[in-house]
């Protein structure tokens, strides 16, 4: 389970994750960084800088600028981002690679900004076919966390009532009409990517699918 691996290591498997997101960033040509990633209010640059902004605010900052905002997340998603987003691509990837070994963090569990990671990571590969995909130990740590509480995402109400086993790797759980999939797919479904259901299968994949 994620809470019982150390605090640095999942931090460290986020450092990785994030030094070979940068690596296939550094080969997107401008049309490429213009395009709609799989949070479709952001392209792809506006989630590299949204991941730069994640990783370069502690908690007494993030919570001024929630107070700025009024509680408006998406105002405040938005001004973080436009904070650290670079006049061209090329400058906001040197800001992404400035924090790849940061382990700020607004709050919560280091699990959870591994997700952050991971999932803007297959936002960004997805659409654009890249074929780079997270190690199944990583994506079983967020599978785990996911599957154990709703966080930023309602993770654990999307798998409520089904058995879900990944094809790849040694996360299970759940009873119910069975999901199954690779790690990284499951991960993908339960923060809410309705595109990779199709790559589910089972009894209750149809019954996921509905719910997002």
Same mark, same amino acid.
């Given at each position: /389970? ?10 460290? /498997? ?9 690596? $296939? ?6 049309? +490429?960084? =213009? ?11 506006? @989630? ?7 990783? #370069? ?17 998406? %105002?405040?998603? !938005? &001004?973080?981002?436009?904070?650290? &987003?670079?006049?061209?691509? =090329? ?11 940061? #382990? ?16 803007? !990571? +297959? $936002?960004? &590969? ?9 190690? @199944? ?5 967020? !599978? ?10 309602? #993770?654990?109400?999307?798998?409520? *009532?089904?058995?879900? %086993?990944?094809? $790849? *790797?040694?996360?299970?759980? *759940? !009873? ?5 999939? #690779? ?7 339960? =923060? ?8 589910? %299968?089972?009894? *209750?994949?149809? /019954? ?5």
């Amino acid at each position: /389970m994620a809470n019982s691996v150390a605090r640095q290591e999942l931090w460290t /498997m986020a450092h990785t994750e994030r030094a070979a997101l940068a690596e $296939d960033l550094a080969g997107l040509d401008e049309e +490429q960084w =213009a395009g709609r990633s799989l949070c479709e209010q952001w392209t792809v640059e506006e @989630v590299v800088a949204h991941l730069t902004a994640a990783a #370069s605010i502690g908690p007494w900052r993030w919570m001024r600028s929630v107070f700025g905002a009024r509680f408006d997340f998406d %105002e405040h998603n !938005a &001004r973080r981002l436009a904070e650290h &987003r670079g006049a061209t691509p =090329a400058e906001t990837l040197d800001r992404f690679r400035a924090i790849i070994t940061s #382990s700020t963090a607004p709050f919560g569990h280091p699990a959870a900004w591994l997700g952050e990671v991971i999932v803007h !990571a +297959q $936002d960004i &590969r997805h659409p654009l076919g890249l074929p780079s995909l997270p190690s @199944v130990t990583a994506a079983t740590e967020v !599978a785990e966390f996911y599957a154990s509480r709703n966080f930023t995402v309602n #993770s654990r109400s999307t798998i409520e *009532g089904l058995r879900v %086993e990944a094809t $790849d *790797g040694p996360f299970a759980t *759940g !009873a119910g009409p069975l999901v199954s999939g #690779s790690t990284i797919a499951l991960v993908m479904a339960m =923060a809410g990517r309705a595109e990779y259901c199709a790559e589910l %299968e089972g009894a *209750g994949s149809a /019954m996921l699918r509905s719910r997002l």
